[in-house]
């Protein structure tokens, strides 16, 4: 008796398997998958430079800016939950930009700058000043160092703010050249007052 096949049987041997289809979608679903990992990292990177934070050279500043950027931290991270289209809306990219900008431009830094350059003006000019004026110098210092600040209000500016004074220096001959004979009075004229090497501009 003849032997007969099915219709589904006789279908299913028609169909022939597109592999070259199948293969290119595989192959497309990779690119996407990369390029969707790629934009991971982008992105990761990309906030990553825009919460780089700032270092002090003091231990109190250190401190400062430990408490400013938890605070930071948390006006950052309540931001980006509740504005979670913050990348595709122009107003709220500049608001992100604004609230990231703090991370390097604060007041905490700009100080702690400001007040090395004057430690170092001291530094530079220990050998020509008086042991006095040395141990003042290095009590404001440590003043400055060792204060207290405001936890609420970290970034706000020092009360006790470190700057280097160069110590005034009489030359001798100058009061001299000036004095009025037959006299007790020392005429001494106000550009004899000079600094020390610490202001260049104001020595001979």
Same mark, same amino acid.
């Given at each position: 008796?003849?032997?007969?096949?099915s219709y589904g049987t006789l279908k299913g041997l028609a169909?022939?398997?597109?592999? /070259?289809?199948?293969?290119?979608? &595989?192959?497309?679903?990779?690119?996407?998958?990369?390029?969707?990992?790629?934009?991971?990292?982008?992105?990761?990177?990309?906030?990553?430079?825009?919460?780089?934070? /700032?270092?002090?050279? %003091?231990?109190?500043?250190?401190?400062?800016?430990? %408490?400013?950027?938890?605070?930071?931290?948390?006006?950052? /991270?309540?931001?980006?939950?509740?504005?979670?289209?913050?990348? %595709?809306? &122009?107003?709220?990219?500049?608001?992100?930009?604004? *609230?990231?900008?703090?991370?390097?431009?604060?007041?905490?830094?700009?100080?702690? *700058?400001?007040?090395?350059?004057?430690?170092?003006?001291?530094?530079?000019?220990?050998?020509?000043?008086?042991?006095?004026?040395? *141990?003042? %110098?290095?009590?404001?210092?440590?003043?400055?160092?060792?204060?207290?600040?405001?936890?609420?209000?970290?970034?706000?500016?020092?009360?006790?703010?470190?700057?280097?004074?160069?110590?005034?220096?009489?030359?001798?001959?100058?009061?001299?050249?000036?004095?009025?004979? /037959?006299?007790?009075?020392?005429? &001494?004229?106000?550009?004899?007052?000079?600094?020390?090497?610490?202001?260049?501009?104001? &020595?001979?």
């Amino acid at each position: 008796m003849p032997k007969f096949d099915s219709y589904g049987t006789l279908k299913g041997l028609a169909y022939q398997h597109d592999f /070259g289809s199948a293969m290119d979608n &595989v192959m497309k679903a990779k690119e996407y998958a990369n390029r969707k990992e790629l934009q991971k990292q982008q992105k990761a990177q990309y906030l990553a430079e825009k919460v780089k934070r /700032g270092y002090a050279s %003091t231990e109190y500043n250190s401190k400062r800016l430990e %408490t400013y950027y938890n605070k930071l931290n948390n006006e950052l /991270g309540e931001f980006l939950v509740n504005n979670p289209d913050w990348e %595709t809306d &122009v107003m709220k990219v500049n608001q992100f930009n604004e *609230i990231t900008d703090k991370y390097l431009n604060n007041n905490i830094l700009r100080e702690d *700058i400001e007040v090395q350059k004057e430690r170092e003006m001291f530094l530079s000019d220990m050998n020509n000043i008086s042991q006095d004026h040395f *141990i003042n %110098t290095s009590e404001q210092y440590q003043n400055y160092a060792n204060q207290e600040f405001d936890p609420e209000n970290p970034d706000q500016e020092s009360q006790e703010r470190f700057r280097y004074m160069p110590e005034a220096k009489l030359h001798f001959s100058d009061v001299i050249k000036n004095y009025k004979p /037959g006299t007790k009075d020392f005429d &001494v004229p106000e550009d004899s007052m000079r600094y020390s090497i610490a202001d260049p501009k104001k &020595v001979d």
